[in-house]
């Protein structure tokens, strides 16, 4: 069974960044798609980002250029970057995993706000 636990949300200004981590439990961390997906007040949840195995990246249109999906596989871990956060990238935040099934994180909590 494959276990995602999200850190790293909380509250940031306008123009300020956030790091969240996404930790996997289970075995073949390399073998699977890693992603974030994020959910605004009152919106259904969205794409955000993915990594590949071998590292390729994509991005939602509104994140690219600020956000950057990151993966250690020695630690089992993927990490979404976010700069120039603005009051529309309000959400919570959850880490994907793909590979033969999908399993989904808890969720956390990131607010944009002055």
């Known amino acids: 069974q494959v276990h995602l636990v999200e850190s790293g949300g909380g509250l940031v200004q306008p123009g300020g960044s956030l790091r969240l981590s996404c930790a996997f439990s289970?075995?073949?961390?390399?073998?699977?798609?890693m992603g974030w997906y994020r959910q605004p007040p009152g919106k259904q949840r969205e794409w955000v980002a993915d990594?590949?195995?071998?590292?390729?990246?994509n991005y939602r249109v509104s994140v690219k250029g600020r956000f950057t999906i990151s993966r250690d596989n020695a630690k089992n871990t993927v990490y979404l970057q976010m700069n120039s956060l603005k009051p529309e990238d309000t959400a919570v935040y959850y880490c994907?995993?793909?590979?033969?099934?999908?399993?989904w994180g808890q969720g956390t909590q990131v607010t944009v706000s002055s």
């Open positions: 994907r995993a793909l590979y033969r099934e999908i399993y």
């Open positions: 990594i590949m195995s071998a590292g390729q990246t």
């Open positions: 289970g075995s073949i961390f390399s073998s699977y798609v």
